[in-house]
């Protein structure tokens, strides 16, 4: 079984959860972002949320993924022994929405 950590996902459920904080920090850039129909296999969420990082305080990977199941956003797991997890969208979609929210 897997679970989301902060860390991002795992199969051990012992780790600590993602700070509801950053969670929230994360669905307000994510929330408008339109998926496409393929998994983007070259930007990890791991990458993606450095992008959030840079427009407010840390979030850990594991909010980042935490907000995806929460708005019901397609992810994958990049493979069965890493946190990360890959998307429907790109880096782009995630700076243009970046870019509406702070307009």
Partial sequence: MEYINANGI???SN????????????IKYLKNIIE???????TSSYTLKHLIDKEETYVSNGA???????LKMSYERCSEES???WVKFDIKDLER???EYKS
Avoid: G, S
């Fill in 64 to 70: 980042f993924i935490e907000a995806l199941r929460i």
């Fill in 97 to 99: 929405a970046i870019k």
């Fill in 10 to 12: 795992n199969n051990n």
């Fill in 15 to 26: 780790q600590p959860q993602p700070e509801n904080e950053e969670v929230d920090k994360c």
């Fill in 83 to 85: 946190p990360n997890v």
């Fill in 36 to 42: 496409n129909d393929v998994y983007n296999k070259t």
